[in-house]
């Protein structure tokens, strides 16, 4: 169970969009449709954005959309804002319960 | 609203054994189609999960931890529990617990709990 495999960084200015990828393989990615993201703010516990590759929490702009190909998922952030800063995180389910993370992406609004 | 917090020991000394609790409010832990679970975070990397576990007391673990983990519920204080036994200085981590459904998506977490291990 390997972790998945996100950029470490990507950077965009105020109104860009920036798109974080996040790979596995056939047994987590790729073999399921539940890949969720997280933000977390510098000292925060992380935040729910994304579950069930693209279904947004209430409260979650939509400026945030999520979405996959194969054993790839893509976190898209449209319109970036300033408070879009921060550490994002993808998550897949892996059989039998099991979740594993990536490494996370820093996302630095320019 | 649904509210989780965790506590325990601030320190922990290498071998030993690191013990946490986490205490949800707001909704019962066995009235809930959800699992409970704990995510950690070593200082400045990223998110780790470690176990989860169903009111009904089935536990599912990551394999790299599972010989050392332990998970158990106490519905009657509706509380879960983590220990992690023969601990090392790399299991100093941000301990999270979280509300996990059943594919993965945690929606509710924890503030976190920082815990070193050192002598």
């Known amino acids: 169970q390997s972790a998945l495999a996100q950029p470490r960084s990507v950077s965009g200015s105020p109104g860009q969009s920036v798109t974080i990828s996040c790979t596995g393989t056939?047994?987590?990615?790729?073999?399921?449709?539940?890949v969720s993201w997280y933000q977390q703010h510098p000292g925060k516990a992380p935040k729910l954005l994304i579950y069930?590759?693209?279904k947004r929490p209430s409260g979650v702009p939509d400026r945030f959309s999520g979405s996959k190909s194969g054993n790839t998922a893509s976190l898209t952030i449209s319109g970036l804002q300033a408070e879009d800063e921060a550490d994002y995180y993808c998550?897949?389910?892996?059989?039998?319960?099991?979740?594993?993370f990536g490494g996370g992406t820093k996302v630095t609004v320019l | 609203q649904l509210q989780l917090q965790e506590s325990g020991p601030g320190l922990v000394k290498p071998s030993e054994t690191l013990s946490l609790t986490c205490t949800v409010s707001?909704?019962?832990?066995?009235?809930?189609?959800?699992?409970w679970g704990w995510i950690r975070q070593p200082p400045g990397k990223g998110l780790d999960w470690i176990g989860s576990?169903?009111?009904?007391?089935?536990?599912y673990y990551n394999p790299s931890l599972k010989s050392r983990v332990t998970m158990s519920v106490d519905t009657s204080k509706n509380q879960f529990s983590l220990k992690l036994s023969s601990v090392a200085a790399a299991d100093t981590a941000v301990y999270y617990c979280?509300?996990?459904?059943?594919?993965?998506?945690?929606?509710?977490w924890g503030q976190g709990t920082l815990v070193p291990v050192s002598s």
């Open positions: 576990i169903f009111y009904s007391g089935s536990t």
């Open positions: 979280a509300r996990i459904s059943r594919v993965g998506a945690t929606d509710y």
């Open positions: 056939s047994s987590d990615v790729g073999g399921y449709n539940y």
């Open positions: 998550c897949s389910y892996a059989g039998n319960y099991a979740l594993v």
């Open positions: 069930d590759v693209s």
């Open positions: 707001g909704v019962s832990i066995s009235s809930s189609s959800y699992y």
